[in-house]
């Protein structure tokens, strides 16, 4: 019932510059906190940023000063600016969230996650 699609990825050079975006749909009540993850190749998925319903906001310490999580509760969207790029940001960038969606008369809280989008970082 609830979908999240990501859209931004791509391929840059060191110290460039990337937004993310990432939209839910869905029969959505409420969105909690939203976040991104990242996966690169032979290591855990680690958490990059994360925003709660009250716009809080946490970060790696790895990207702390360089990214910056926001969201747009109007267009159920959750966005990842991400300056001066490094090549060791490369790794492919997933979209989570808590929400509450519509189950018939019901709302029941999952977590959801998006399809990762690339983020590739030459040096």
């Known amino acids: 019932q609830v979908q999240l699609v990501e859209s931004g990825g791509g391929l840059v050079q060191a110290g460039e510059s990337l937004r993310l975006s990432c939209a839910a749909s869905?029969?959505?009540?409420?969105?909690?906190?939203m976040g991104w993850y990242r996966q690169a190749p032979g290591k855990q998925r680690e958490l990059v940023a994360a925003?709660?319903?009250?716009?809080?906001?946490n970060y790696a310490d790895s990207v702390k000063g360089r990214f910056t999580i926001s969201r747009d509760n109007a267009k159920n969207t959750v966005y990842l600016q991400m300056n001066d790029l490094k090549p060791e940001d490369t790794a492919v960038y997933y979209c989570?969230?808590?929400?509450?969606?519509?189950?018939?008369?019901?709302?029941?809280?999952?977590?959801?996650w998006g399809q990762g989008t690339q983020v590739t970082v030459s040096s």
């Open positions: 989570n969230a808590e929400i509450a969606a519509w189950i018939g008369i019901r709302r029941r809280t999952s977590d959801s």
């Open positions: 925003i709660t319903g009250e716009d809080t906001t």
């Open positions: 869905g029969s959505i009540f409420r969105i909690n906190a």
